[in-house]
Structures are given as C-alpha cells and as structure tokens.
C-alpha cells in the first residue's frame, strides 16, 4: 500500500544524442557518456515516482539515462513534440500508470491577450506542453502538467550586430517576458480548464525561467484569497488556486536555500512545483500534503566568486522533489 509519492522537476541541460546536432553543437561519444553518466545518477538520488524534465532533444537520450538509473524498469516516458525552431522538448516519468495524455502547441482561444483591443500575436507555446493524467491508486488520479515558457534571454532580431548593445538588449529582454506572460497566461487557462468546479487534484512542474514572487510566476498560481471577502468568495478561489512548494516549505522551515540556477551572481528560482489544493496540508478535505521539499543544486557555482565551472555534461540548473505524504482512508493507498 503507497503512504506517499514524490515529484520532481529536472532540467537537463541539452540532452542529446551523441553525433547529432543541438544549437549547433554535437555531443561525441565521450562527452554523451559524460552526460548520461551524470543525468542518471543525479535521477537515481532524486528518485522521483514523477519527473517532469525540460531540453530533450531526442526521446532516445532520454530512455537511456532512464534506464541507466535501473530503478525504473517498468516506469512510464512521456515525450511531447519539439517546438518548429527544432528547440527541445518536455518529458514525463511516471512510475504510476498512464490513463491519458496529450501534447498541446497552441493556446486556448480564451487565453489570446490584447491591449487596448490590439490583438498580441503570440499564439502558441514556444516549447508545446505535456498534459498526463496519471492513476496513483484505483480511486486516485493526478493530472500532471509539464512546461518550460520562454527564457529571461534577450530575444533579438536577426540584424542585430552588437547583441551587448544595451538599448537592443532592453528591446530583447521585453519581447521575451511579452512571450513569457502570454505563455503563463495560457498554462494558467489551461489549468483553469481542470480546476474549476471539481476537487480533482493538479500538479504542475518545470522550468518556468521566473521566480516565485515574479508576475508570470503569480498568474500561474493565481492570487490567494482577500481576507475579509466571504466565505464562498474564499472557495471559489481556494478551488483554482495553486500553491508552490516553495512556499509551502518556507512556512514549514527556519531555514531558505532554496534557488535553482545561477546567472550573474544572482541566486534564482526558476524551476518549481505547484500543487492544487488537495495537497496542501490546510485544506481539511485535502488527499494529502506536501511534506518536504529538497533542492538539488550543490553542483552550482557562482562564476562572479569563482573561476571553476559547472562541468558540461551536468544541468546549470538545480532539481526540485517534493514528497506528497497521502492521507489514511483513500482506497488502495493506505
């Protein structure tokens, strides 16, 4: 009988075949062995009932860290389609059985933005995302969204010589976080899709390239509740709210070391986890809660403080687990 699952989220950093290219660049043999000598280990300590994972290039790379880690012999890989750019791909590991699963490019026609009735044309997800529905016992079933919305990174035009110039750079900067907010606003439509009106647990994992606090980061989510609004006001919005582990640990521990990736000496959170309430621990008709939450990023280094580098074949980016203790009484769980 299963007491509790874990989730996690994993950017790979460019998981590729050897001898293919990615970016422009090509893995040899030595250096994919690298990879995934690195990748799978890292997974084995991480060792995740469900993972969600950002930068697959190729679903073969993928399948062979999985089964490198030889604690998933019969799990579940989920692969969603690579973006038109030939970018990456998003994934899914799932030791619990597969009921559904979809692959989605373009946004919900409800989520298309405009400002003072100019229409944003932004359309579709730069990176598609990966919808399972996952059945954790007879009676309980999650429904795991995968995602990875569009990087900090300055989006340039192609004629742009100088990409240090700082007033292209602060163009660049703005068109990715356009890109970013339409990207959040849609995953936030989509989540909406599956929460309203029911009490049908959501998990939502990866790379988000915001931190917690950040206006992406909050439209996803949702805003908790006024205080003083009435109760069923409180309902209706506890029913579609999401609660990130990050901020579920915080008020568990003393103690926030919780940053993912590093860029300038700036310590961020970019890759999270968000729960439904179903799982948090104050919801008193809750199927569980989060219990603890470990991050993952002793292999990162500050490059303002120190020459070393985070070697090739690792992630620049820290994975987050997060263990979902479940609740006595659910039939086939305890």
Same mark, same amino acid.
């Given at each position: 009988?299963?007491?509790?699952?874990?989730?996690?989220?994993?950017?790979?950093?460019?998981?590729?075949?050897?001898?293919q290219r990615y970016y422009e660049r090509i893995y040899n043999q030595d250096q994919f062995r690298r990879k995934v000598e690195w990748t799978s280990y890292q997974l084995k300590v991480l060792n995740g009932d469900i993972v969600g994972f950002q930068e697959v290039f190729h679903p073969e790379a993928l399948e062979q860290v999985v089964a490198a880690t030889g604690i998933y012999d019969k799990a579940n890989i989920l692969v969603s389609d690579r973006p038109e750019d030939e970018g990456p791909a998003v994934a899914l590991l799932s030791r619990f059985p597969v009921s559904d699963v979809d692959?989605?490019?373009?946004?919900?026609?409800?989520?298309?933005?405009?400002?003072?009735?100019?229409?944003?044309?932004?359309?579709?997800?730069? $990176?598609?995302?990966?919808? *399972?529905?996952?059945?954790?016992?007879?009676?309980?079933?999650?429904?795991?969204?995968? @995602? =990875?919305?569009?990087? #900090?990174?300055?989006?340039?035009?192609?004629?742009?010589?100088?990409?240090?110039?700082?007033?292209?750079?602060?163009?660049?900067?703005? $068109?990715?976080?356009?890109?970013?907010? *339409?990207?959040?606003?849609?995953?936030?439509?989509?989540?909406?899709?599956?929460?309203?009106?029911?009490?049908?647990?959501?998990? @939502?994992?990866?790379?988000?390239?915001?931190?917690?606090?950040?206006?992406?980061?909050?439209?996803?989510?949702?805003? /908790?509740?006024?205080?003083?609004? #009435?109760?069923? !006001?409180?309902?209706?919005?506890?029913?579609?709210?999401?609660?990130?582990?990050?901020?579920?640990? @915080?008020? !568990?521990?003393?103690?926030?070391?919780?940053?993912?990736?590093?860029?300038?000496?700036?310590?961020?959170?970019?890759? =999270?986890?968000?729960?439904? !309430?179903?799982?948090?621990?104050?919801?008193?008709?809750?199927?569980?809660?989060? /219990?603890?939450?470990?991050?993952?990023?002793?292999?990162?280094?500050?490059?303002?403080?120190?020459?070393? $580098?985070?070697?090739?074949? *690792?992630?620049?980016?820290?994975?987050?687990?997060?263990?979902? !203790?479940?609740?006595?009484?659910?039939?086939?769980?305890?």
């Amino acid at each position: 009988m299963r007491k509790f699952f874990k989730v996690g989220t994993f950017n790979l950093l460019n998981l590729a075949l050897p001898d293919q290219r990615y970016y422009e660049r090509i893995y040899n043999q030595d250096q994919f062995r690298r990879k995934v000598e690195w990748t799978s280990y890292q997974l084995k300590v991480l060792n995740g009932d469900i993972v969600g994972f950002q930068e697959v290039f190729h679903p073969e790379a993928l399948e062979q860290v999985v089964a490198a880690t030889g604690i998933y012999d019969k799990a579940n890989i989920l692969v969603s389609d690579r973006p038109e750019d030939e970018g990456p791909a998003v994934a899914l590991l799932s030791r619990f059985p597969v009921s559904d699963v979809d692959v989605i490019h373009n946004f919900p026609p409800s989520a298309l933005l405009d400002v003072d009735e100019m229409r944003v044309p932004i359309t579709k997800f730069s $990176r598609p995302v990966l919808r *399972a529905k996952l059945r954790i016992s007879d009676d309980l079933s999650v429904t795991v969204f995968v @995602a =990875h919305l569009k990087s #900090k990174r300055p989006k340039l035009p192609d004629n742009v010589s100088n990409p240090h110039n700082p007033r292209e750079s602060c163009k660049g900067e703005a $068109r990715s976080l356009i890109i970013r907010a *339409a990207e959040a606003t849609a995953l936030r439509h989509l989540l909406l899709d599956t929460l309203e009106g029911t009490d049908y647990p959501v998990i @939502a994992v990866g790379d988000f390239n915001d931190d917690v606090g950040a206006v992406t980061s909050r439209i996803l989510t949702g805003s /908790e509740p006024w205080r003083n609004l #009435k109760l069923e !006001q409180k309902q209706s919005l506890w029913d579609v709210h999401l609660y990130n582990v990050k901020d579920i640990q @915080a008020r !568990q521990s003393y103690n926030d070391v919780y940053y993912t990736h590093l860029h300038n000496g700036h310590y961020d959170s970019l890759d =999270h986890i968000l729960v439904s !309430q179903e799982f948090v621990r104050q919801n008193p008709r809750r199927l569980g809660y989060v /219990e603890y939450v470990r991050v993952f990023n002793d292999h990162l280094i500050d490059d303002t403080l120190s020459d070393d $580098r985070v070697p090739y074949w *690792a992630s620049d980016h820290g994975q987050v687990i997060a263990t979902i !203790q479940l609740e006595k009484g659910i039939p086939g769980v305890w």
